[in-house]
């Protein structure tokens, strides 16, 4: 009985030693490519921060927009501190709040997004400028199947301005 546990210990080891993962697409040569290009792209979900009385909309984001966004964050100028109006004044439209999920590493980026200023919060605070409002009609446009008509057009409207 201790010579079957010490070598099923052994095996063990040895099969821990040569790398052998299940979970990693990389070695298990039998999982695709596209198994392992799916890992890169990150899952979104974001919330249009507008009602003070009732639960804000949130959707999750498509592959084709989460990763749209990530790049759209990554051409941005960043700034020392946030520029524009304070998102949590007032009532109305507050903005968008994202929370980008990298599926490799799982770390969080969140993001609160508001007339063309960013801040993301994380292991540090970065704040970016958009002064285009790129991302704010991305997550409006990914927001169209979430929200009615009525409101997607009083967003649309305050984003113009």
């Known amino acids: 009985m201790k010579f079957t546990l010490g070598l099923l210990c052994a095996c063990s080891l040895l099969i821990v030693s040569c790398g052998f993962n299940a979970s990693n697409p990389v070695a298990d040569p039998g999982l695709s490519r596209s198994t392992t290009q799916n890992d890169s792209i990150p899952k979104a ?14 959707w999750d984001l498509s592959d084709a927009a989460a990763v749209r966004l990530v790049d759209e964050l990554a051409q941005l100028k960043t700034t020392p501190s946030r520029e524009g109006p304070d998102p949590d004044s007032g009532l109305g439209y507050r903005g968008f709040i994202v929370e980008i999920t990298e599926k490799a590493s799982g770390s969080v980026r969140r993001l609160a997004i508001y007339r063309g200023g960013i801040q993301e919060t994380g292991w540090q605070t970065t704040f970016y400028q958009d ?3 790129k991302i704010e009609k991305l ?22 301005n």
């Open 45 to 58: 979900q974001a919330s249009l921060d507008i009602f003070s009385g009732s639960p804000n909309p949130f």
């Open 139 to 160: 997550l409006l446009d990914s927001a169209r199947p979430h929200i009615d008509a009525e409101l997607y057009t009083y967003v649309e409207a305050e984003i113009q």
């Open 131 to 133: 002064p285009d409002r």
